[in-house]
């Protein structure tokens, strides 16, 4: 969660105090995992794709999807594979299906984990750190993409940033930049402002797991708001 008392660069983005090595060991046991994906077309599995794509590239060698058989890399439905990867519709539905089946694992957005009692696995970024799927995590992975003219991020999934977690992703809102009505589009604007502000992202949205933007990339996203018109 972002905090008043968070340091930031010269940018104002958040940074990194310190970093701490910490050695754990566990005893796995010895069962075969299940893997449950996401079944239907979704914005989550292009997401996860995609970040498997660029992350393991020699493993992970197909494009983004937001079909996650279509990007599977093999035979989904191998012999192999059968009983052992399975699909459910929808993020309720992947989150309640590895809910209830012993040793899986799946992806969906932190809110539906924690909803279904699950536990949350951390990331291990391309700086080598361990990190969790919270707001200054993500932000911090958010902060270090670039954006265009129209306000679309391209992703750095090589960010060496020790405390990205590079699992993050926008939801963009689409907005003219002259609108006839003069009222709606100052409506427009005040709506596009207050979803950036941290009276929306960090109040409202933080116990959702959504992130506060922040520092050049808020910056930035504040332009493009300034555009409606």
């Known amino acids: 969660m972002q905090t008043e008392t968070q340091k930031k660069d ?24 299940k893997v449950v994906y996401r079944s239907d077309s979704s914005g989550t599995s292009e997401n996860f794709t995609n970040y498997l794509a660029k992350s ?25 594979n059968l009983g052992r990867v399975v699909g459910a519709a929808s ?5 309640q299906l590895a809910g209830k089946t012993p040793y899986s694992i ?39 993409a670039t954006q265009d003219a129209n306000g679309f991020l391209t992703y750095d999934y090589a960010t060496k940033e020790k405390g990205a977690y590079p699992l993050g992703i926008v939801s963009y809102l689409l907005a003219d930049t002259k609108y006839p009505d003069a009222a709606k589009a100052a409506a427009v604007k005040a ?13 409202v ?5 959504f992130s506060v933007i922040d520092g050049d990339l808020l910056k930035k996203s504040l332009a493009q708001v300034a555009k409606i018109g």
Do not use: M
């Open 10 to 33: 010269a940018k104002g983005d958040p940074i990194v105090l310190r970093t701490q090595v910490v050695q754990q060991h566990y005893t796995l046991p010895d069962k075969p995992i």
């Open 56 to 80: 393991a590239s020699s493993v992970w060698t197909k494009a983004k999807n937001k079909v996650f058989k279509d990007s599977f890399p093999g035979d989904i439905n191998a012999v192999a």
């Open 91 to 95: 993020s309720t539905g992947v989150s």
């Open 106 to 144: 799946t992806y969906a957005e932190v809110n539906y984990a924690t909803a279904n009692k699950l536990k949350i696995a951390n990331v291990i970024n391309p700086a080598g750190s361990s990190v969790v799927p919270d707001s200054t995590g993500v932000g911090a992975f958010l902060a270090s």
């Open 191 to 203: 709506f596009a402002t207050y979803i950036l502000s941290p009276k929306c992202s960090k109040d």
């Open 205 to 209: 949205g933080g116990p959702l797991g």
